[in-house]
């Protein structure tokens, strides 16, 4: 497999969750790192995807955004603040 992409992150399939016509597939990376990624169903079928396969994760994206919590005080402001949960 080539391809322009550079992150590329091996894992083993560790579940697929089937819909109608796309699948969720989480990814095992090791180290307690999980990925999930939805794709169509074809594709799970043409890659001969199952549990426990082994797979990659290749990202490709023009942009990445960092966020950081803040240590904000106010009960108001957390209910608002996506550090809360």
């Not at 080539?2 to 091996?10: F, G, I, P, Y």
């Not at 819909?19 to 999980?34: E, P």
């Not at 169903?41 to 490709?60: P, T």
Request: net charge negative; glycine share 8%.
């Amino acid at each position: 497999m080539k391809l322009s992409a550079r992150n590329k992150l091996q894992g083993k399939v560790l579940k697929i969750e089937e819909g109608v016509i796309t699948a969720k597939i989480v990814l095992d990376l090791g180290n307690d790192n999980i990925i999930t990624a939805i794709i169509s169903k074809d594709a799970i079928e043409d890659l001969g995807l199952q549990v426990g396969s082994d797979a990659f994760a290749i990202i490709k994206s023009t942009e990445v955004i960092i966020g950081a919590c803040c240590d904000c005080k106010e009960e108001e402001h957390k209910k608002k603040c996506s550090c809360h949960g």
